[in-house]
């Protein structure tokens, strides 16, 4: 066996804790450095909820407070073009956009119905289901934040480290547990990491942030590829069921999938090797630029090899055995539509509009639930809900009480595979409107190919600036928020084209990204007869290929 070489130094200090120290190297650095994020709470809950928005200094606003989930939302009625040219206190609202926790998207209705309460009562109503199965309300005010998290912990539920440089939401498959076709129920792992680390103050100060996705499902229903830590489970033909380790993928602007360690991990593992990668990032992650920072970048120098002999070495204190690839996922992970579980009984998978629910939606979705017997909810990295446990015969009361409050079991292909970002209607980072420009394609996407009747659903995601919030290079179209030309010279929202992306799925081999297609850009009332032209196209070309 040829031992991997040890990497080449860098010339100058990265801000590795491990190798250059931990004076601070950049602004963020300074402010993590000055006091742990998780201190803020105490601050919230005995200054700033009683002081208001303007107590709240500039480093907890804009900085610690998202390790609470909090963050400013923008100001209504900033056009895009001056996102890059204000200053942060012009472009943000004196309200916060809340992110609740969700794990392993894992809810009981008790859980669904608080969240809806408080989205009716502090929130205006609003809700939306993001595509890292956590839910996100906003136009909270700080002055109701301790109340918020009272009723959200009375119930389990929390918003710690739901942002920030931090351990971020664990996705995991949405059908632990209760699907025929299981090789692991990752729930106890999930719960296990969650138990050990959330809120630890030793991991609450990474370089970056820090996702996971854990799934037992042969659909690979998380995305595994694009998560800093992920593990997939896997037969292997000694050790039987276990997971197979993958680390360093991330997306946003230097977009990377991620690889694997060849690792074999037992289920009960997990936790300690989760916690062992998660301080080796803390420890040995770059902390120079913030453009740099994601434990990806430290893979790229490394190589898996070395990845895996620092972790066994120094952080683990044992050698994993090698384990073999998940094969080629069997379904597709998205579980919408109604769904056998192993025990008879049925989920039902159902597709609001690019995740936009709202408080009384959850509400009802939760009465209409626990009518039928079922206490349990499942939200996905897809935007999506499931509810689970239906008897049969509550199976069709729950799709139409699903669909009267605009969850769509039956969606139409778009419905079930366009996912946006949260863009310029909230978000102080957006250059462009999302949700509304993905629904008005939706509606007008089902009218104009209404002639191509079981068309299969081809992936449409859109983000409203550079970052990649809704994995723009992961979908057939992925569009990317920036101003364009129209055709008389003006600039007017619209979006850089992405084609051809996508993660290994039962019809693809392999995850690849999606590829710029030099100067293809659309404005945003183009979207729908650009994705016409390419879907057209697509099926005539598949169509015209000998098989
Ligand atoms: Fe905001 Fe950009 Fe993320 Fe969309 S992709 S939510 S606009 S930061």
Known sequence: MTLPSTPARASRPNGQWAVDGHAPLNPNEVVKAADNGLNVRDRIENVYAAGGFDSIPADDLRGRLRWWGLYTQRKPGIDGGRTATLEPHELEDRYFMLRVRIDGGALTTEQLRTIGAISTEFGRGTADITDRQNIQIHWIRVEDVPEIWRRLEAVGLSTTETAGDVPRVILGSPVAGIAADEILDPTWAIGEIARRYLGDPELANLPRKFKTAITGHPSQDVQHQINDIAFVAVNHPELGPGFDLWVGGALSVAPRLGERLGAFVREEQVPDVWGAITSLFRDYGYRRLRTKARLKFLLADWGAAWFRTVLQDEFLGYELPDGPPPPRPTRAGDHVGVHAQKDGRFYVGAAPYVGRVSGPALTAVAELADAAGSHRIRLTPYQKLLVLDVPADQVAAVVTGLRAHGLEAEPSPFRQSTIACTGIEFCKFAIVETKATAIRAIDSLDE??????????????????????ARIQTADIGLKGQLVMDDDGAQVPGYQVHLGGGLASPDRDEAGLGRTVRGLKVTADGVP????????????DRESTPT
Do not use: K, T, W
Not at 451 to 466: E, R, V, Y
Not at 529 to 537: G, L, P, Q, S, T
């Open 448 to 469: 104009r190919l209404m002639d191509q009747p079981g068309l299969a659903p081809i992936s449409l995601h859109i983000n409203g600036c550079p970052n990649s919030c």
């Open 529 to 540: 007869e650009y994705v016409e032209r390419v879907v057209r196209r697509y099926v005539a």
